[in-house]
């Protein structure tokens, strides 16, 4: 009998780049209501890589651009390994972007701020 670990529930492989998994394509229709409602103007599937390091690199979900004109970088996580939440945080702090976590809740969608928008929102 093989002992169980924590990381049993993982996926065996990541998807193709370009195909998204259930939460993100539930989250870009999320953002396409958004957008027909006028709170985003415009949105696109893993359409920016940002260079953290040599040999290491950040793509987010999701690029959004909202109704002001931010540009606004979401990353849809059912689960935060931790080498994701290293890089997302290290970009925050690289680039002048708006980063955020986007979860999926019982009643909608939670965006919890990383970096500069974190402490912004706190003080």
């Known amino acids: 009998m093989t002992q169980r670990t924590r990381f049993d529930h993982f ?3 990541r998807l ?3 195909a998204m998994n259930k939460t993100e394509a539930s989250y870009s ?4 209501l958004r957008k027909r ?25 999701f690029a959004v651009m909202t109704r002001d004109g931010v540009i606004e970088l979401h990353d849809c996580k059912g689960f935060m390994m ?4 290293v890089k997302i945080k290290v970009a925050a702090d690289q ?6 976590i986007v979860r999926k809740s019982k009643v909608g ?8 928008e974190q402490e ?3 003080s």
Do not use: C, S
């Open 11 to 13: 996926a065996l492989g």
């Open 16 to 18: 193709k780049a370009g």
């Open 29 to 32: 229709q999320h953002l396409e």
């Open 37 to 61: 409602d006028g709170d985003v103007l415009w949105y696109r599937f893993e359409g920016i890589k940002l260079r953290l390091a040599d040999k290491t690199f950040l793509t987010p979900d």
């Open 82 to 85: 931790e080498d994701a939440n």
């Open 95 to 100: 680039y002048p972007f708006r980063f955020f």
């Open 109 to 116: 969608w939670n965006m919890i701020p990383v970096g500069r």
């Open 120 to 122: 912004e929102l706190a």
